[in-house]
Nanobody
Framework: QVQLVESGGGLVQAGGSLKLSCVAS??????MGWFRQAPGKEREFVAG????????VYADSVKGRFTISRDNPKNTLYLQMNSLKTEDTAVYYC??????????????????????WGQGTQVTVSS
């Protein structure tokens, strides 16, 4: 198991930017991702990144506005969010899935493909 701690959430006006961070304890051989959950809605995929090579995948709703990245030596995952919209308001969760050298270049989009979750950080975008 890995412990994940998110930070960087807050209140921002529409059109603004925020950068989320997620620090993982222990080893770094995890594919990682960001999900979000708005009130009354299911948790949805935002972005994913592989352990090896840093391959990335995004939800269509954030493509071109959000950038996922990672610093493996620091065991830290990031989500740079630009051109924020009111519909981006949600609790954002960091997720991790242990991988090996065989699947280290894979990224994952489904909730049930991840088995480690952070506690979430609130992002509120005002109009």
């Amino acid at each position: 198991q890995v412990q994940l701690v998110e930070s960087g959430g807050g209140l921002v006006q529409a059109g603004g930017s925020l950068k989320l961070s997620c620090v993982a304890s222990g080893r770094s051989n995890y594919a990682m991702g960001w999900f979000r959950q708005a009130p009354g809605k299911e948790r949805e995929f935002v972005a994913g990144i592989s352990w090896i090579g840093g391959s990335t995948v995004y939800a269509d709703s954030v493509k071109g506005r959000f950038t996922i990245s990672r610093d493996n030596p620091k065991n830290t995952l990031y989500l740079q969010m630009n051109s924020l919209k009111t519909e981006d308001t949600a609790v954002y969760y960091c997720a991790a899935r242990m991988v090996t050298g065989l699947n280290g270049r894979n990224y994952y989009k489904a909730r049930d493909e991840y088995n480690n979750w952070g506690q979430g950080t609130q992002v509120t975008v005002s109009s």
